[in-house]
């Protein structure tokens, strides 16, 4: 069923049609393997969530990396800089209490001075949040182009289960009228709620989580309640879309929730990167996205369900156009950045 409900009151909707006219992401080369970390903490025993996560180099950071995903963007948007009239960064390990990292990410593409730029945080939902942002922007005819991105160092206390999964990375996206894009972005909706499992006082250094509690009330109820409300608002179900990609904290969450939703593991698979990379937090829906979007073909839809603890979850569906647009040869792939590993203890002693 495809009929769209096209008077819902919650789904937010572009005015003008708007899409994905460049996307790019990044992962540091460096990999910390999660029975590394159990070794350390508890002799190797117990089971793993993940196989390894990507960690920072030592001049690595959210800024940084977001510059490097941002080019790999605009390789492929093939607009110039100046053009972009919004950058945006999402994440919740900014490297500066005060002062902005999308003034520095705008500098370093070339976007300054003629553009909007701003920091975002709303834990992992950052990321998809200027997404929205960027897709109401163009969508109502205030600027042309605009950029989000959703970056992350994560961070995981010594020993505790994040430790095992808190990765780095994210994604970067160019939004534009759907003319000159190689995705078009539908629809979006979100579903808030004040259901504290996550958090992270001022001058902490490391996040407190909910043990379990993040599961049930918080993860799945969220994510299947922002998914079957957009479903319901678009009139689709899952067999009309080709691709899921579902926040990925770790990796058994987003293979539970895709199957009560009713999404197959063939669905979510090419966009499942937490086992290889980790919990990239800002990222991790996003980047997720970027290894869909190439391998997409014309035609497909896309759901992309982001979550952010304390407490939020937005979906989005996406379509894929003309596979031929933007395609620039020298724009890093997602599966290319996964196969360029090197073990963070390759560099110890040296």
């Known amino acids: 069923m495809t009929t769209e409900h096209s008077h819902s009151p919650t789904l937010l909707k572009p005015t003008a049609p708007v899409g994905i006219v460049g996307y790019g992401a990044y ?16 002799g190797g025993r117990g ?6 996560k990507a960690v920072p180099g030592l001049d ?8 490097e995903a941002a080019r790999n963007a605009m390789k492929r948007a093939q607009i110039d800089a100046s053009d972009l009239r919004a950058v945006w960064v999402g994440s ?18 070339g976007a300054v001075p003629n553009t909007q730029a701003a920091d975002w945080e709303f834990a992992c939902k950052a990321g998809t949040e200027a997404l929205v942002a960027a897709m109401g922007l163009v969508g109502s005819g205030m600027a042309r182009y605009a950029m989000a991105i959703g970056m992350d160092t994560a961070q995981g206390k010594p020993g505790d289960a994040l430790e095992y999964t808190a990765g780095a990375g994210g994604g970067a996206f160019v939004v534009g ?21 996550f958090w992270r006082r001022e ?6 989580h909910g043990m379990r509690f993040t599961g049930e009330p918080a993860y ?3 994510i299947t309640e922002a998914a079957t409300g957009l479903m319901e608002a678009t009139g689709t179900t899952p067999k009309d879309y080709r691709w899921a990609v579902f926040h990925q904290p770790n990796t058994k969450f987003p293979q539970r929730v895709a199957a009560q ?12 990167l937490v086992p290889v990379i980790g919990n990239t937090y800002a990222g991790a829906a996003l980047i997720g996205l970027t290894a869909i979007l190439d391998i997409a073909k014309p035609g497909d839809r896309i759901l992309l369900v982001s979550f952010g603890y304390r407490e939020g979850t937005g979906p989005r569906w996406a379509g894929r156009e003309d596979p031929g647009l933007h395609q620039a040869a020298h724009a890093d792939r997602l599966r290319n950045l996964c196969a360029l590993p090197r073990q963070a203890s390759d560099e110890v002693g040296r």
């Open 27 to 42: 992962i540091p080369r460096y990999r910390l393997p999660a029975i590394e970390v159990a070794r350390v903490w508890t």
């Open 47 to 52: 089971a793993l969530p993940i196989q390894e």
């Open 177 to 197: 009228p759907a003319e000159e894009s190689l995705a078009l972005i539908h629809s979006s909706y979100s579903y808030v709620t004040d259901t504290p499992d």
């Open 60 to 67: 690595e950071d959210v800024i940084t990396m977001s510059i």
């Open 220 to 222: 799945f109820k969220h």
């Open 92 to 109: 919740e390990s900014h490297p500066y209490a005060v002062k902005p990292t999308s003034t520095l990410v705008a500098e370093a593409i």
């Open 261 to 272: 939703l009713g999404f197959s593991p063939e669905q979510i698979q090419p966009g499942l």
């Open 203 to 208: 001058y902490q250094k490391y996040p407190e």
